[in-house]
């Protein structure tokens, strides 16, 4: 019935769309297997792409060929670039999105990728033989052969909802969960755990008062994710509102918190730190009057609205008294509940840096099961995996980005050699090199990869090098035409910066911190006119570029010398348990990851710079 699949993806919500349209777009032949066809890409939280680190991501997946970026263009209704008030290092992109057109978008993108084929039911089991995956059971007994499987499970393996006193299997609300696999991974001798995230109540947005709450725009010149010219930035953009909570509203939740799993114990998953319910969060800011809520529109035409930041598993009353003594929320009817899902996980320390398992050959995990939470983070995973998973089968060398390198490779290092006991979540402060892994840059590191591996086509190699080509020469013209005092001085003055008393190049003048750009094409419209040539993007490229230059400098003389290390190649067959001058920690860390480079063993938690020492003196024999 069926032929031998290439490349077969598990799950079809963010990691596996991305991987399965990575592998087929590259030339494997994928079969996508869900348990609902019309649930493909479903936004199982809040209706939106980016943010902090995270939009970054989005950036990067677009920049090596990946639709994550396409898609939320094409779904969005607001945009924001969060954190312009900062330094570019910290400027993130980030959409609204319209919930169902997202889904929809992603749904016909990989029906019309050639080599998808679509199946659906529910997986219960991988057929494996000599510790090499070969296929996948279905529910019914079905056995699908391939040469590789990617497992992008999410919130469904042995999903458990709570509300309240109430739990029920599931791996989201309306659906089941999935069984079978875990039980079977653990035969295999892998190591399983359980994590917990929520999400918050919808409600009628026709039943709020939206003259009590804040409104917030999206950018008076919005911008977009992807860099392909398949989108284009909005024209009109929907209104989100900030609201927020009060003492009554806490002391109203407080009176659920005997009833609520997260207090009481049913909960035994660790749930994300730096996205918590809103009763952890007034459990562990007691001091705090008042929490923000944004009120966050589901699409151009429903109604339904995201409460973002009451996220909970609190009796359903209990909610819905203390969400109607939010200022706006009086007369708010409730859609359905919040609720908290409890799943298990794999510690990615049982992976490769190409997300291939140690144990099993050919098996590969992305997203949730991972460890991760947030669609960005899954999508990337699905991304690496897939194009990993097309590589093997291809036999070809796999594809590994560095932490110098993206954001992407900053997660799954930090996967694979840290591990993590909470669910996962990317910010800045991870990545030691973020001035080099900017948002606006993304496709000047990495397309020329993407086009390399057969991702990224010619058109957005051609388009990168155009885009390079006229920073590296406008830089250049930057540091070498000057303005006078008498064009200068005044404009100097009215922006409370020093004078001139001689001729300046240009590129001295925007190491400080007062100008930028557009006040100098200001000063002289003879300049102003032959900057006009060059697109948005390469202006701002261009005064990136030297406004940062000695400090891009020193984070890429950094890199250098790391990357001494990582050239350090170490055998997978190193025998780390025969070497007695190593740490009992130090062994016992570097067996379990086996660390490929030097430099990746320098970054597993507990082995330590006298083990590194060892280490290199024993590679050196």
């Known amino acids: 019935m069926f032929p031998q699949y290439d490349v077969i993806v598990v799950g079809a919500g ?10 087929a777009k590259m030339g494997s032949k994928v079969l996508l297997c869900t348990m609902n066809m019309n649930t493909i890409a479903q936004m199982s939280c809040n209706p939106a792409m980016g943010g902090v680190a995270k939009g970054q991501i989005v950036r990067e997946i677009d920049a090596l060929g990946g639709m994550s970026g396409i898609i939320s263009d094409k779904s969005m209704i607001q945009f924001r670039m969060l954190n312009r008030s900062k330094g570019p ?6 959409t609204q999105n319209d919930r169902m057109r997202f889904a929809e978008e992603w749904r016909l993108a990989l029906e019309n990728t050639p080599n998808v084929d679509f199946w659906q039911e529910m997986i219960t089991g991988l057929i494996v033989k000599d510790k090499r995956i070969t296929g996948v059971r279905t529910s019914i007994g079905l056995e699908i052969p391939a040469k590789s499987v990617v497992l992008t499970n999410g919130t469904f393996l042995n999903g458990l909802i709570h509300i309240g006193e ?5 791996g989201r609300t309306g659906e089941g969960a999935a069984k079978g696999i875990t039980e079977q991974l653990v035969q295999l001798g892998f190591e399983a755990g359980r994590m917990k995230t929520g999400t918050p109540p ?9 003259t009590k709450m804040e409104i917030q725009y999206g950018d008076e010149n919005p911008e977009k994710f992807s860099y392909s010219d398949e989108t284009k930035p909005l024209t009109k953009q929907h209104t989100c509102w900030i609201t927020y909570t009060n003492k009554e509203v806490h002391n109203t939740l407080e009176t659920g918190f005997n009833r609520s799993p997260m207090f009481n114990g049913r909960i035994q998953g660790l749930g994300p730190r730096y996205c918590p319910s809103i009763e952890d969060k007034i459990n562990r800011f007691a001091e705090r009057e008042r929490h923000q809520i944004f009120v966050e529109p589901e699409g151009w035409n429903t109604v339904e609205m995201y409460v973002n930041g009451f996220s909970t598993s609190l009796p359903e009353d209990v909610q819905y008294e203390a969400m109607r003594k939010i200022p706006g929320f009086e007369n708010a009817k409730m859609f359905r509940p919040g609720y908290a899902i409890e799943y298990d996980f794999f510690p990615p320390t049982q992976l490769k840096l190409t997300l291939e398992t140690q144990l099993i050959e050919n098996l590969y995990f992305a997203g949730q099961i991972n460890g991760t939470t947030g669609y960005e983070e899954a999508a990337s995973q699905g991304l690496v995996a897939g194009i990993n998973a097309s590589l093997k089968v291809e036999e070809k060398d796999p594809f590994l980005l ?3 390198d993206a954001y992407i490779g900053v997660l799954i290092d930090d996967l694979i050699n840290k591990g993590t006991e909470e669910p996962y979540r990317m910010f800045t402060s991870r990545a030691e090199f973020r001035l080099l892994l900017r948002q606006d840059n993304a496709d000047l590191r990495l397309t020329e990869l993407g086009h390399r591996i057969g991702l990224a086509d010619d058109l957005r190699l051609e388009k990168m090098m155009d885009k390079k080509s006229d920073t590296q020469k406008l830089v250049n ?4 035409k000057k303005l006078s005092p008498e064009i200068i001085n005044e404009g100097l003055e009215n922006l409370d910066t020093a004078t001139i008393k001689e001729k300046v190049t240009i590129d001295k003048l925007l190491k400080r911190p007062q100008l930028g750009l557009k006040d100098i094409m200001e000063f002289d419209p003879e300049f102003k006119q032959y900057l006009s040539k060059y ?4 202006l701002e490229q261009a005064e990136i570029q030297i406004k940062y230059e000695s400090y891009i400098e020193k984070e890429s003389q950094m890199v250098e010398k790391l990357s001494n290390m990582e050239n350090y190649k170490i055998p997978l067959t190193f025998d780390y348990l025969g ?3 190593l740490s009992a920690e130090g062994k016992q860390k570097l067996n379990k990851v086996k660390p490929e480079t030097l430099g990746q063993a320098s970054r597993i938690s507990g082995v330590s710079p006298a083990d590194l020492s060892i280490l290199t003196v024993y590679l050196g024999r």
């Open 14 to 23: 963010h990691a596996g769309c991305e991987a399965a349209h990575a592998a």
């Open 89 to 94: 290092a910290m400027w993130s992109p980030r």
């Open 166 to 170: 109430k739990q029920f299997g599931g």
């Open 202 to 210: 919808r409600v009628d947005g026709r039943s709020l008062d939206y």
């Open 402 to 404: 560095k932490r110098s």
């Open 477 to 480: 013209d930057l540091k070498q």
């Open 535 to 538: 697109s948005k993007e390469v």
């Open 579 to 581: 070497i007695t001058a």
